[in-house]
């Protein structure tokens, strides 16, 4: 069985600062991983994916990922925020076996000006 | 915009009652993934669709059933609801059975009272 764990329901930050938003996830197998994000009464939307190869990942609006087999991570960071980056993200693991993503419960970052 | 169309967007309707969320998938995605969201429960998988059978099914109630008809859209059917079913469903495709991203719709917004 595949879980994530992400270790903060809520951060909050200031406009301009570095964010870490954790995932830690479980599983036995290889594994694929995901980041979304959801804003206000929108539908998911990805930010980035690892599948294979290099441990750091890039993905859209400035946001980037680092794969940490070792430690079962894939933290998502961004070095300075702004308010538009308020919004609910999700982690998200899938593996070649596996036909399904399983979610984390979300983290709500929380940008202010 | 993912691609992926679902109808309603909103629904307000009566305990007991029976309603039909209806999903059309990306051009040329055979796959068809239904969530469910809600405040307590985060993302929960209830079942998937590729090329018109039932390939997994997760926590799926038995009130609720889902088909894949011929021309790749899908219908996710929930009866005798109770006010626990309100939620946001989403569907989501992608190309294959098992790799890559899930692209969202912007989900069905189901309220029971």
């Known amino acids: 069985a595949q879980s994530v764990t992400q270790l903060d329901s809520q951060v909050p930050v200031f406009e301009e600062a570095p964010v870490e938003l954790r995932c830690n996830y479980s599983?036995?197998?290889?594994?694929?991983l995901f980041w979304y994000v959801q804003y206000p009464n929108q539908g998911l939307q990805l930010l980035l994916k690892y599948l294979s190869g290099s441990t750091l990942v890039k993905g859209i609006n400035g946001f980037e990922a680092e794969f940490n087999k070792s430690q079962t991570s894939f933290h998502l960071r961004k070095p300075s925020v702004h308010i538009s980056d308020t919004a609910e993200y999700f982690c998200?693991?899938?593996?070649?076996?596996?036909?399904?993503?399983?979610f984390g419960k979300g983290t709500m970052l929380l940008v202010s000006p | 915009d993912s691609g992926v169309t679902q109808t309603p967007k909103h629904l307000i309707t009566a305990t007991g009652q029976r309603v039909t969320l209806r999903c059309s998938p990306r051009?040329?995605?055979?796959?068809v993934y239904w969530y469910q969201q809600s405040l307590d429960q985060g993302l929960q998988f209830l079942i998937q669709?590729?090329?018109?059978?039932?390939?997994a099914k997760g926590n799926i109630l038995e009130r609720f059933s889902a088909q894949q008809f011929p021309d790749l859209h899908s219908e996710l059917n929930l009866s005798s609801l109770e006010l626990g079913d309100s939620a946001l469903y989403f569907c989501a495709s992608r190309p294959g059975f098992n790799t890559g991203e899930l692209f969202f719709g912007e989900g069905s917004r189901l309220t029971v009272l």
């Open positions: 998200a693991v899938s593996s070649p076996g596996y036909s399904t993503l399983t």
């Open positions: 599983s036995s197998v290889s594994v694929y």
């Open positions: 669709y590729y090329n018109g059978e039932e390939r």
């Open positions: 051009s040329g995605d055979l796959s």
